[in-house]
């Protein structure tokens, strides 16, 4: 009778508030179908359904349903995932499938149940066993991606209760992870796979670790230590995994199943301000649609057009949904071949091509197997789930690498119109798009026919990436040969290349002129000649890497010559084929297999408490709520009364003028309440570095110019298009070069010098020089930046929430902003999703702008940054080139280096002076050079501000100094590693900078790790498999490191830190740091837990606010835990020290007992406010000073 209650009780609050929210814009619309769904069990009615309204937006907007989250918006991160439960009224089947929400149109999901992370299990009602392992097995840090992780992996076992390693790996493939490096995610899911860990049985697993089965206690995070040899290496424990209990999962309501069969032979119509969804049911009326509304797009997955509409402002006034078109789902089985309909998603086209080859003799599944190959790197599990194979095909996508292998295998399409039905080859004049061999704008494709290969014919695809699985082709390529029977002579040959130009392209001229031609090297290297002369490669392609992307076209139809070169000799071993062994290693595909590891830990002392969290690997303090979606991060605050939201207008140009900025246009547009600009600002405008507003000029493309405020962010970002800018060139300087050319850098150079550089060179063997190169990086956090700022009523108060490192830096900029006193400013966060140096700076500038418009407006902004948007406004590790001079004797002892480094600072200083002091600082990694000196300088560019990025310029300085390592060794003809050995530090030293370090322990590491790996004998190994395989290679590398943390600055190694202790024995702990996945406030819980003797259950830890700490630093330089760890230390001792009287008279007490008892009576207030700063070594040598 409850749940009956709640659900009704829903349904009418969806309806009265989707009419509520919508009826206002939507009294002019023509007359809607009601779009009927579920989610979570729940019966949603949407009687003014939009058909621009995308799933993630109403989830998050609309039902309050945060837990899934925006990553990027174009499917690509997972972090939206959410599972979809579809039925078929034809079938009787009941299909789920992982989807992203960010892709999905609201109107497509008619008749469908969504599932959310909310309605796998919450902290409420009850975990899922999915969610416990993840969060147990420390499967999340900043937990952004952690609810998608988790709809990715129930999807899977709702289809698959057993999944194999291999099902839980592809299953994954759509889900990125910033922090985790994917294996306690792998590791905690393997758990559900009958072939279990890959440790299983090893007595290193977590699963062979026996426990005591029983109710979750806070102990069992930190259960007791093992006897043994000091070490432990299972990180979960199998005694919390409760089994799955399929009584958990949402049901597929009966009522859809009615709503399907009643409606499969009704067409339903969603009328939008600007657009009309129309989805039909027959063949006959979707060719009447097309034929009536030519130029409207075939929506099924929306995985194409949606980018476009997404990326291009794209808007079509009417969109035709046809996959309730039986139609198109059509899949049978004809004399040379097999059909399948259009609308076959392409993970369906997967199940019916493995369900197929083992049924057909080889020879006739050639093109199967390439069609599988290709399918298993094709973006991820829940784009295959969305994506059409006709959708697929008419997008014609150049770097789509099904395309060219259905065009080699010779497929058929399918096509009708009111005007009748016909077939064209899918071919390279088609996916080249020539008038004479494309498809109609009133034609439709049915069906695909894809043939069976022929005994004669070898099909075969290639692909190039930047990563093997959910990535864009750099290169991919398709290609199939026909040899006259019995013969190896060519009959026919078809040569397709994807990712050249903005189409594939064929190679014909190259196929007709050899044809006839026997397959052997005098055509190999003839086919390489035509083929680069054919295939033509701007110098300025799209896409850069021009000689890397031509080698590949010779390098893919190689690949292609030796495996048909290999068939030929196992179908005719009588003929006389020459095929050099050393090729051999050219063959076969790489194998992704699970990851595998060991995490080993020391255990604890036998003798500490069990309640001592201190030294366990204790989950997460936010695990759970990660695991669940009920984590809060800065826009998963909810709606706050008339708020509005920002979005900005960006530079076009590098480097220009302003002339003018024409708002009018804008400020006419519906829903838009005000455009923000350097006008509007009441304080000053940014600092000394930086401006919040551009005024008279812009320094990169990207360079926030205003922003327009309006009721909804789709209106606001509708209506920045309509703001119009007048520029006027100016220079622009881009390059490292362009900088040093141009004179054009951010201070003056910072040096460090040993011993007497110029002597030694005369005195050393041998001398060579070089360069170096690193490019730059962006961050992708998962979490974009954004900001929500709300004032208050009065007293100028203000309270912002941010995704930030640094609090107190917003609070400082946005009071000088705002021209009012910083304490009246809180700043607020919770927790960030993911950072690693991106939210140091240009976060405090955002902030700052949406504070401005909130200002201005009077009402609360929401201000959040698309991904794009964030690449382009936010810079990234910073570009670097150097020149190196090493002078060493010819043992490979290096006595002088003479360096020069540069790096690409942007147009802002941001941090990259300190990034370039840790570049020179740190240019000599771990190596003892008696002579040694290294100068730098950090370019000022028309770039996006490069900003902090994880290692905070030691990858490149680090990188470089390998790099003239190894040129030593190469240069002598001498092992890397021995050359390494003998330069790295060894004795207690001082460094160039001054500081003294003692390099012993560089010794016992470098021992221990060349023993610990079997290092030698592995090398050896690699060698005798590189001497057998003249193509295909590995190496191995060991490399000393010395990475120090902290910052140059003294001041940046401070903490604070403030505990109370109520009345009733709990214990709140603010400090001065952000969580950032790092497990910062985890560790604080185990400091207060340890120091004051108490169960971590009694503490928590508040957000990180300005309120209770002032003026902290930022969370970085990898020392935050250290410095906050010991301001929390410092506080719990002192009140432990208060309580030390209470606790002697009654020893026997309990805790809440001594509390009340110093409380109460003695009106003690048990607060106390620590800081500390933590000595850390210092440089000791001016950088600026030339020693």
Known sequence: LKQTWTCLVFEIFGQLSSCAFSCSRMACRPASDELIFFVNGRKIIERCADPEELLLNYLRKRLRLTGTKYGCGIGGCGACTVMVSTYNPDSKKIRHFPANSC????????????????GVGNTKTKLHPIQKRLAKCH???????????????????????????????????????????????????????????????????????????????????????????????????????????????????????????????????FNGERTTWISPVALQELLGLKAKYPKAPLVVGNTSIGLDVKKLDVCYPIILYPPRVPDLHIVYRVQNGIVIGAATNLAQLRDILLNIVPELPVEKTKIYHTLLKQLRTLAGEQIRNLASLGGHIVSRGSPWHLNPVLAAGKAVLNLASTGGRRQIPLNGEFLERLPEADLSPKEVIVSVFIPFSKKDEFVSAFRQAERRKNALSVINSAMQVRFQPGTDVIEDLTILYGGIGCTTVSAPATSQKLQGSQWNDQMLNEACRLILEEIQLSPSAVGGKVEYRRTLLVSFFFRFYLEVLQALKCMYPSKDLDLPKKNLSALGEFHDSPPRGVQEYQEVDPQQPPQDPVGRPVMHESGIKHATGEAVYSDDIGPIDGQLYMAVVTSTQAHAKILSIDTSEALEAPGVVAVVTAADIPGKNGDENEKVFAEDEVIYIGHIICGVVAETYELAKEATQKVKIKYEDLERILTIQDAIQHNSYFEEERKVEKGNVEKAFHTVDRIIEGETRVGGQNHFYMETNRSVVVPRKEDNEIDIYVSTQDASNVQELVATTLDIQANRIRCHTTRVGGAFGGKSVKTTFLAAAAAVAAHKTGCPVRFILERD?????????????????????????????????????????????????????RSFNAYDIPNFRCRGHACKTNLPSNTAFRGFGFPQTALSAEMWVSAVADTLGLPHEKVREMNMLKTVTVTPFKQEVDGRYMVVCWKECLERSDYYNQRKAVEEFNQQNYWKKKGIAIVPMMFAVGCNQTYCHQAAALVNIYIDGSVLVHCGGCELGQGLYTKMLQVASHELKIPSSYIHIFERSTVPIPNAVLTGGYVSSEVNGKAVQNACQTLRKRLEPVIKENPEGKWEDWVSTICIPQVETLSCLSLVRVGLPQVGCDLTTLY
């Open 869 to 921: 948007e964030d690449m382009f406004i936010c810079g990234g590790r910073h570009p670097f080139w150097g020149k190196y001079k090493v002078g060493f004797m010819n043992d490979g002892k290096i006595e002088a280096v003479d360096l020069e480094y540069y790096i690409n600072g942007g147009c802002t200083k941001d941090d990259s002076v300190w990034v370039l002091e840790w570049v020179v600082l």
């Open 139 to 269: 499967g999340s840090q900043c937990g952004f991606c952690t609810p998608g992780m988790v709809m990715s992996m129930y999807s899977l076992l709702r289809n698959y209760p057993e999944p194999t390693m291999e099902q839980i790996s592809a299953a994954l493939d759509g889900n990125l992870c910033r922090c985790t490096g994917y294996r306690p995610i792998i590791d905690s899911f393997s758990a559900f796979s009958p072939e279990r860990c890959p440790l299983a049985g090893s007595g290193k697993c977590c699963l062979d670790q026996e426990g005591e089965k029983g109710k979750e206690r806070e102990e069992d995070l930190a259960p007791e230590p093992k006897r043994g040899d000091g070490m432990c290496s299972g990180l979960c424990q199998p005694e919390d995994f409760q089994p799955r209990d399929p009584t958990q999962d949402y049901i597929f309501p009966p009522e859809l199943m009615r709503i399907a069969e009643e409606t499969k032979q009704r067409t339903l119509v």
């Open 103 to 118: 892709l999905l149109p609201l109107c497509s999901l008619y008749g469908a149940a969504v599932t959310t992370v909310e």
